[in-house]
Nanobody, 122 residues
Framework: QLQASGGGLVQAGGSLRLSCAASGRTSSIYTMGWFRQVPGKEREFVAAIVRSGVSTYHADSVKGRFTISRDNAKNTAYLQMNSLKPEDTAVYYC?????????????????WGQGTLVTVSS
């Protein structure tokens, strides 16, 4: 199971940190990722991180502003979001997969969290 938290309302230019806590067979999780979705659009890749944390991937739209990290001891992944823009407004979903992958596509993931809403006001 994945439990996402940390969403909320923030003004443009502000920051939020999302958390994704995993439970269950956490030792088999390889890649964890974050996606976001707005109504009427497809789920969009935001960031992903492999188990060791050595490799991370960020969408071009968030590079330099968002940073993914993970704490394996806590079975938790984080998404630090800085310099938020109104276009970052979306429901953010965390995901996890037990397979070796970069995790940039939704189909690569086995497990999904429930989503947390991020609203950025202008």
């Amino acid at each position: 199971q994945l439990q996402a938290s940390g969403g909320g309302l923030v003004q443009a230019g502000g920051s939020l940190r999302l958390s994704c806590a995993a439970s269950g067979r956490t030792s088999s999780i390889y890649t964890m990722g974050w996606f976001r979705q707005v109504p009427g659009k497809e789920r969009e890749f935001v960031a992903a991180i492999v188990r060791s944390g050595v490799s991370t991937y960020h969408a071009d739209s968030v590079k330099g502003r968002f940073t993914i990290s993970r704490d394996n001891a806590k079975n938790t992944a984080y998404l630090q979001m800085n310099s938020l823009k109104p276009e970052d407004t979306a429901v953010y979903y965390c995901a996890a997969t037990t397979t070796f992958s970069t995790g940039t596509y939704p189909v690569q993931y086995d497990y999904w969290g429930q989503g947390t809403l991020v609203t950025v006001s202008s």
